[in-house]
């Protein structure tokens, strides 16, 4: 199983960015989703979650309303539409699954991780 995310890069506050996450050697059917990011000198943090079926998705309180999670089990592919960026966002974005059918927020409870993909927002 591996995850490779791409569309990172700077942007300005305000703008937007569409992350991807591609998984190839296995289907991600009868998986649940996530996205983490990683600030410098900070923790690993939950950003959003999605179903198997690409329903019930949970975001963190902090991108909540500007954030849209996604997935398209016939391509493979996860995604994550960022809207209304801002310089607090900035930080190295994973993707993750989790074999099952259900929305988790745990760190440690994903199976699988991408390399991540660097988003930085400027002021």
């Known amino acids: 199983e591996q995850l490779i995310e791409s569309g990172g890069g700077l942007e300005q506050a305000g703008g937007s960015l569409r992350l991807s996450c591609a998984a190839s050697?296995?289907?991600?059917?009868?998986?649940?989703m996530g996205w983490f990011r990683q600030a410098p000198g900070k923790e690993r943090e939950f950003v959003a979650a999605?179903?198997?079926?690409?329903?019930?998705?949970y975001y963190a309180d902090s991108v909540k309303g500007r954030f849209t999670i996604s997935r398209d089990n016939a391509k493979n592919t996860l995604y994550l539409q960022m809207n209304g960026l801002k310089p607090e966002d900035t930080a190295v974005y994973y993707c993750?699954?989790?074999?099952?059918?259900?929305?988790?927020?745990?760190?440690?409870?994903?199976?699988?991780w991408g390399q991540g993909t660097q988003v930085t927002v400027s002021s």
């Open positions: 993750a699954a989790k074999l099952g059918l259900w929305v988790v927020v745990g760190l440690n409870e994903y199976d699988y």
């Open positions: 050697g296995r289907t991600l059917n009868g998986y649940a």
């Open positions: 999605i179903n198997w079926g690409g329903g019930r998705p």
